[in-house]
């Protein structure tokens, strides 16, 4: 999908800019919308490689919780 977003805007601007017609441009700003709006997910946190016999801890918390104050 993203490719035939990337490539009707990549038209959209080549077009509309060589001044053949507006609704050229139209395009290129629509398809440029629905792009930026399918990557509205969430940031990758953490991104490693895995090889056999390794092991990880995942650990899911509230961000939002408040942390008991720690005197050190």
Same mark, same amino acid.
Request: charged share 25%; proline share 6%.
């Given at each position: 999908?993203?490719?035939?977003?990337?490539?009707?805007?990549? /038209?959209? #601007?080549?077009?509309?800019?060589?001044?053949?017609?507006?609704?050229? #441009?139209? #395009? *290129?700003?629509?398809?440029?919308?629905?792009?930026?709006?399918?990557?509205?997910?969430? !940031? =990758?946190?953490? /991104?490693? !490689?895995?090889? /056999?016999?390794?092991?990880? %801890? =995942? %650990?899911? /918390?509230? !961000?939002? *919780?408040?942390? !008991?104050?720690?005197?050190?």
């Amino acid at each position: 999908m993203d490719r035939i977003l990337r490539r009707l805007t990549r /038209s959209g #601007l080549q077009h509309g800019l060589g001044r053949e017609h507006w609704g050229w #441009l139209l #395009l *290129a700003l629509a398809a440029l919308v629905l792009r930026r709006a399918r990557r509205t997910g969430d !940031p =990758v946190a953490l /991104s490693l !490689p895995i090889r /056999s016999g390794d092991r990880f %801890t =995942v %650990t899911l /918390s509230d !961000p939002t *919780a408040t942390r !008991p104050a720690t005197d050190a």
